[in-house]
């Protein structure tokens, strides 16, 4: 990790103006000078003391239940470590208006902004202002181009482990043969991107007699996924499976796959919950989900966020509280949990 120390003195600077446990946002007219702050920020990191701070957890987009997960296990940390959660975001795939959203929270004046970037390159000049401004920024779920302008990056899983276990399992329900396509998100989706990336890398060394006819993005939007999915099925007639890597894509697909009575023919997988996936599991148009628990990837960041201000680091292989053992490989801490749901096993999964 890099380092603390200074930073955290300049982030002492802003704790007078926060609204979280025991902050206040009008400054009172006897508040503590800049050079105070700065004092008592180095005190209580050299005790140890846990400090009271407002994180912001900004995911991609509000409203899609991956992220809503992700916000109340975020919520959930808040109130077992003793900080306050501001959880907002977009209500559609707007990289603008994310960037927005988290200039208003650096005029908040927030600890941390925890961010899952929409567009790895756009939200870039704002979170720079923020860092400028001494607050703490982070990254989960996604990451930005630019790592100089984040502290860590909190990840769900190796992308190329991810990735390739996608495919694998892919592969699998489709005799590792035919045309397939890949929905993703948006095209600016660091995350999205990598995953399918290196599920066609894998694909391309293992399983030769696979195609991949088309990449399209579907904006994280269901509708139109399911659209994308429609017009795959016209355009490739012998088209036997879609690779959703974005949690709104497999459902959508496998909706489209069951109308059009194709169940089975054209195989459906990818990253989704289980309560989205489940009936579609059920029914027969979706074969398998792949993911991690997003709740504990909401936890995981809110509690990294923390221990980071507290002047405290994540170490390797640490048994964290609510989330198990994580990987810590340079500037970046990894959820090391994946789970593949089935038919047979998505009713033991409460997300």
Known sequence: MKKRIALLLVMGMCAGLLSGCGGKEVVEENAPTA???????????????????????????????????????????????GCEVIYTGPTSGDAASQANIVQDMITKGVDCVAISPLDASAIEPVLEQAKEAGILVITWDSDVNNTELREVYVNCCSEQVLGEHLMERFAHYMGEEGDYAIITSVLTAQNC?????????????????????????????????????????????????????????????????????????????????????????????MQEANIWHPGKLGYLAIYT????????????????PEVGVVEV????????????ITLENVDEFDF
């Open 35 to 81: 050079k105070e702050e700065v004092q008592e920020g180095s005190e209580e990191a050299e005790t140890g003391e846990p400090g009271e701070y407002t994180i912001a957890l900004i995911p991609q987009q509000v409203g899609i239940p991956y992220f809503e997960t992700s916000g109340v296990w975020g919520e959930k940390a808040a109130a077992d470590l």
């Open 193 to 285: 991107s990598a995953w399918a990336k290196y599920a066609t890398e894998y694909q391309e060394a293992n399983y030769p007699n696979m195609n991949r006819v088309a990449y399209e993005p579907c904006d994280d939007d269901q509708s139109k996924a399911y659209s994308i999915t429609q017009n795959l099925m016209t355009a490739y007639p012998d088209l036997k499976g879609v690779l959703g890597v974005t949690t709104p894509a497999p459902p959508a697909a496998a909706q489209a796959v069951g109308e059009a009575g194709r169940n089975g023919e054209v195989i459906v997988s990818g990253v989704v919950e289980a309560s989205a996936a489940k009936a579609y599991l059920e029914d027969g148009s």
């Open 305 to 320: 966020a923390k221990t980071i201000l507290d002047g405290g680091s994540i170490e390797d292989k640490q048994d964290v």
């Open 329 to 340: 490989k340079d500037d970046q801490i990894i959820m090391t949990e994946l789970l593949d």
